[in-house]
């Protein structure tokens, strides 16, 4: 099990793009990306979709999925002025 945890890691490492990169990648890639790479930081409500934040090396990534519908609409990165973040930080709760 180590082993595989640390060939993930070492893979996860040798992969790095650039937000243009990921921005033109088709939806099903952007899914599996994040699902490989990234790391979920936390999910709210927005308007009629869920949105999932995603840490991708040092880039916030939102992940809109609209429950009606049963799909996800839209994948992009999220500016860090953004009043959405407000949303996130929002969720966060700190403990001592």
Do not use: C, W
Not at 45 to 67: G, P, Q
């Amino acid at each position: 099990m180590r082993t595989i945890l640390a060939n993930l890691e070492s893979k996860k490492k040798q992969i790095s793009m650039s937000r243009e990169e990921f921005k033109n990648m088709p939806l099903h890639q952007k899914i599996k990306t994040l699902y490989l790479e990234g790391t979920f930081v936390v999910a709210i409500r927005y308007y009629r979709h869920k949105v999932n934040l995603y840490l991708l090396e040092n880039e916030y990534v939102e992940v809109f999925y609209n429950h009606k519908e049963d799909k996800i609409d839209k994948i992009d990165f999220l500016p860090r002025d953004h009043s959405r973040m407000k949303f996130y930080l929002d969720q966060i709760k700190l403990v001592n």
